[in-house]
């Protein structure tokens, strides 16, 4: 751990544990009834290709716990991790559910953050976990880093989206949700979408269009069952 003071030394290891206990609670109550389109992640685990799995940040909740349970067939997950006190906060948290924590900014240093993404995707086969429109918005668009991350690895962007019948919204920039305890829950991933090493201005945003369309597209299909 970075050198902290006592006290946010503190504050990150109470709230690792109260969000650990949280978490665990509602992923232990809420029941995973459906998982459409899993043949896609299945497919490229069995190949043992690295693959940048993609959901709304609005949906962290159940996308880490679907993928946390990839790591039984194999799949080396990771995430983006701030290099802040509360990023250890979350970084800790991972690193208990064995997680990688992949430390970086995509906002402060950004050039720093893509570098240490290629390097987990091709040195050490890690599929880095991303929420495009994170982490400040705006909710729902798709950035152009994922993008730019699959032109440069050739790793290919894998669409995910959970809904439930019953949940909160917080009062977040993207609605954060939280599945309430006992709820239903559908998760929908889609095709792997392939970016090509050499786009022009033109083809990259047509490649993020792409992308932002199918996030929303196995979003609205996840929801299909609960609207």
């Not at 959901?55 to 962290?60: A, I, R, S, T, V």
């Not at 799949?75 to 800790?92: R, T, W, Y």
């Not at 906002?107 to 991303?130: D, F, H, W």
Request: hydrophobic share 45%; glycine share 6%.
């Amino acid at each position: 751990m970075p050198q902290y003071n006592f006290k946010k030394r503190l504050k990150i290891f109470y709230g690792k544990h109260l969000l650990k206990l949280i978490v665990r609670f509602l992923w232990a109550t809420c029941r995973i009834e459906a998982v459409v389109g899993e043949e896609h992640l299945k497919e490229l685990a069995a190949d043992q290709k690295a693959f940048i799995p993609c959901f709304w940040h609005e949906l962290l909740i159940f996308g880490v716990y679907y993928l946390w349970q990839l790591q039984k067939q194999g799949v080396n997950i990771g995430f983006l991790v701030s290099p802040s006190a509360d990023g250890e906060l979350g970084a800790q948290l991972l690193d208990s559910y064995g997680i990688k924590a992949i430390r970086g900014s995509a906002t402060r240093t950004g050039a720093q953050a893509m570098q240490a993404l290629y390097s987990a995707i091709k040195k050490e086969g890690v599929c880095p976990a991303n929420s495009p429109d994170g982490p400040k918005g705006p909710a729902r668009e798709f950035k152009m880093g994922t993008i730019m991350l699959a032109q440069l690895t050739q790793a290919p962007i894998v669409p995910l989206a959970y809904a439930t019948d019953k949940a909160w919204r917080l009062k977040s920039w993207d609605k954060f949700v939280v599945p309430k305890p006992f709820s239903r829950i559908k998760i929908v991933i889609g095709q792997p979408i392939y970016v090509a090493k050499k786009l022009d201005k033109d083809a990259q945003e047509a490649a993020r269009r792409q992308a932002e369309t199918a996030l929303n597209e196995v979003l609205q299909l996840a929801q299909t069952d609960f609207d």
